[in-house]
């Protein structure tokens, strides 16, 4: 596997159960400081299981930290101490917006610009997890357009940021963006 540089940053996305989490855990697997972020909440029966899943699939020795809105600070906290962090994931980071701030377009934008901008300058190589929603259908609710426009734009925010970009399907990535590692 090729050597992650310090301050790089990746984008994984993809439809579910596509492979995401999987594959930017093997890209962090060589690595000796990891910190994994995660943006879920407990917040039912169905989002508890999904969370000890993805908890059992991780190696025991990454730190855990639990961030469901202030990803920024969390960069601005570990970024010095870390080799990579991973962030997992962008999709339920723009729910937790939606959920949160509601309507308050102007938080929700100071929120993600704030991240992009810690993106921008991060130290250490950062690897962030995000679904991608814009080829599904047309949400029948406001708040699902809300969630989906968002995302979406948080998604191209992230990838013009991005040194690389990659598409998972069927498990497998494909290089949208920068360079792809094969992990079979």
Sequence with gaps: ????????????????????SRYAQQLAEQSRDVVFVATAKASDEEMRA????????RPKEWPTVEEPLDLAQVLAEHELGSEVIIVDCLTIFAANLVETEGENSGAIERRVEAFCDALRTAQCTVVLVSNEVGSGVVPPYPVGCRFRDLLGEINQKVAKI??????????????????????L
């Design 1 to 20: 596997m090729q050597e992650t540089r310090q301050g790089s940053v990746t984008l994984v996305l993809g439809g579910a159960r596509s492979g995401k």
């Design 50 to 57: 999904k969370i000890e899943r993805h908890r059992e699939d």
């Design 162 to 183: 991005a040194d690389d970009v990659v598409l998972m399907v069927a498990g497998l990535p494909l290089a949208v963006k920068g360079h792809v590692e094969v992990m």
